[in-house]
């Protein structure tokens, strides 16, 4: 089946660095890729939706200059925590998807902030 | 806009026990529903879909859901439950508009006692 790949799975990093999330579709050329936030015990919420060669969408009230997507080729994107604090420590989770077919889960980076 | 309603964010079955998880969905349009399984610190599977197709929908690991127009339902159901389903699990429907931007449900947390 579909492999979604995201790495790194788990960060570590001290207030105020940066720190970048990569999502690649192994064995299938994904035309939309999706960012999700999970928080402890919660479900998922869409950050973002991003088509390759284009700029993402960001859901609203998810700011752009601190979550930075690239979605530069059919088979991987990118999300940048820019300037990252204690507040952005979360779980997130990439998906990546081909026309109308169901998307395809990476398995997640726990990112926490120092 | 569309949204999922999961009843029950705790489920506790015994092994052997018939797994039913809650679902009902608000849509505009005909929906296309999903059911995902988390397990910890780890992404989304899919288990099954529905896409306007067949309503009693059967999936991996022995699940299956039925849709119900009359009563916005789509319920998740498993005939005996194993110790191996204790896990997340999410409902999720498209978005309107879209075939696969996902509004997830709240999640439902199943336990299997031994």
Redesign the interface.
């Known amino acids: 089946g579909a492999v979604v790949s995201q790495h790194p799975s788990w960060v570590i990093c001290k207030s105020g660095t940066s720190v970048k999330i990569e999502c690649r579709s192994l064995d299938f050329q994904a035309t939309t890729m999706f960012w999700y936030r999970q928080f402890p015990k919660q479900s998922l919420m869409l950050m973002a939706t991003s088509n390759e060669g284009s700029k993402a969408t960001y859901e609203q009230g998810v700011e752009k200059d601190k979550f930075l997507i690239n979605h530069a080729s059919l088979t991987l994107s990118t999300l940048t925590v820019t300037s990252a604090h204690p507040e952005d420590s979360s779980f997130y989770i990439c998906s990546a998807g081909q026309g109308d077919q169901p998307q395809h889960f990476g398995d997640g980076t726990r990112l926490s902030i120092l | 806009a569309q949204s999922v309603t999961q009843l029950g964010s705790h489920v506790s079955v015994s092994e052997g026990a018939l797994v039913l998880l809650r679902c009902n969905y608000s849509s505009s349009v005909p929906p296309y529903l999903?059911w995902?399984v988390q397990y910890p610190?780890?992404?989304?599977?899919?288990l099954l879909?529905y896409t306007s197709a067949a309503t009693l929908v059967k999936g991996i690991n022995g699940f299956e859901a039925e849709f119900k127009k009359s009563e916005t339902s789509f319920h998740l159901t498993k005939p005996s439950a194993h110790m191996s389903d204790a896990a997340e699990y999410?409902c999720a429907v498209t978005r309107s508009g879209s075939?696969?931007?996902?509004?997830?449900?709240?999640?439902t947390q199943l336990t299997v006692l031994p």
């Open positions: 999903f995902y610190n780890q992404g989304l599977q899919l879909k999410f075939a696969r931007q996902l509004t997830f449900g709240s999640g």
